[in-house]
DNA sequence: AATGGACACAACCGCTCAATA
DNA sequence: ATATTGAGCGGTTGTGTCCAT
């Protein structure tokens, strides 16, 4: 089937807008109470722009709920979470935070976020660790980087489980993606806990592996919490602070802070419920014991999207 | 002060999807 | 069932700004 152009391109100008251009239409959509159809409003609102130009303007920059300025810590936490479920889906990445846009959130990830991943040795794309290989995972060399590749395994085991547990309670419906799937976990108790729990608890910092083995088979969204809970919370005090572990800026910072959180989880007090953590997320073994994954695999249908975006989970 | 590279952000392009005739 | 259209999405590009040399 063929396409038309979406507005004939002729004499239509283009480029950044005018704050004069800006004003017809906010105006034009005040007006109307909407902006009704994309590619009328130009001529009515009398704008030289494409109707497509028109709505970007409109979404990206002029909407009054849109938040300006720099993403705070916490937001770009999430966004990294989120691309780690939802990939590069920017639109609905962005309806997770508020007053933010997909364009603004792209940005950021292609500017930023991408970048820092790569400096701590994780593949933007799938939040694994670049050393790692189809058939087994191999510790990396470096300290930090190893640090990184036990971060993510552990987010992948969490994301896994998590995945697994609420699958439970709510089967995908069909004709929905693996992904829209995730995004309603997110925001379902179970995200809740999840969330919750990637902010430090030290209650539940001090609960023992074992507890989340055990647990992978009781099917409460309690014990879902318990058994992610002390991964991420490991993995947060990973940092020089609690929490703190995307808020430096380059990541010759970030590294640094992950070292001295390692160096110093060896010589503080062992009573300290974060450094237990810590100690658990290092001790982690590089060659994750997956198997929770090959249980009743079929039963529980773990969504493949996630399987071959997490591949090396796959080959296991 | 001039210049060139890096960076950040806004905007455009092309594709896909859903609705509709 | 098929063609057409409008809207939305993600990738890419263009441009302005900052900073180091």
């Known amino acids: 089937m063929g396409r038309t152009p979406c507005c004939d391109k002729r004499g239509l100008k283009k480029g950044p807008w005018t704050p004069e251009e800006d004003e017809i239409l906010v105006d034009y959509i005040k007006k109307n109470g909407g902006h009704g159809s994309w590619r009328s409003l130009p001529k009515l609102a009398g704008l030289l722009r494409c109707g497509k130009s028109c709505r970007l303007r409109w979404t990206n920059y002029l909407r009054p709920d849109i938040k300006r300025g720099p993403f705070t810590v916490e937001e770009e936490k999430l966004v990294i979470q989120l691309h780690g479920i939802l990939g590069n889906r920017w639109a609905a990445i962005a309806t997770q935070l508020a007053g933010r846009t997909d364009?603004?959130?792209k940005n950021l990830w292609n500017t930023?976020?991408?970048k820092r991943l790569i400096c701590m040795g994780l593949d933007p794309q799938t939040h694994e660790p670049f050393t790692s290989c189809s058939t087994t995972i191999t510790a990396p060399a470096s300290p930090t980087t190893r640090h990184m590749a036990q971060w993510e395994s552990a987010r992948l085991e969490a994301e896994a489980r998590l995945s697994r547990e609420s699958s439970l309670f709510n089967p995908i419906p069909s004709g929905r993606t693996d992904s829209d799937?995730?995004?309603?976990?997110?925001n379902s108790e179970?995200?809740?806990s999840f969330r919750k729990f990637s902010r430090v608890d030290k209650t539940a910092c001090q609960s023992p592996v074992s507890q989340a083995s055990s647990s992978t088979k009781c099917g409460s969204l309690?014990?879902?919490s318990a058994e992610i809970g002390p991964i991420f919370a490991g993995s947060s005090t990973a940092?020089?602070?609690?929490?703190e572990d995307m808020?430096?800026?380059s990541c010759k910072s970030y590294t640094e802070e992950m070292m001295a959180g390692s160096d110093s989880s060896s010589t503080e007090?062992?009573?300290?419920s974060s450094d237990n953590a810590l100690q658990l997320l290092l001790d982690f073994p590089i060659n994750n014991d997956m198997s929770f994954l090959e249980e009743d695999m079929d039963k529980y249908a773990m969504p493949c999207a996630m399987l071959t975006e997490n591949s090396f989970i796959c080959h296991l």
């Open 181 to 186: 799937y995730y995004l309603r976990m997110w």
């Open 103 to 105: 364009n603004e959130i």
């Open 239 to 243: 940092g020089s602070n609690q929490n």
């Open 112 to 114: 930023h976020l991408k």
């Open 190 to 192: 179970v995200g809740e």
């Open 269 to 272: 007090d062992s009573e300290d």
């Open 222 to 224: 309690s014990a879902v």
């Open 247 to 249: 808020e430096c800026k």
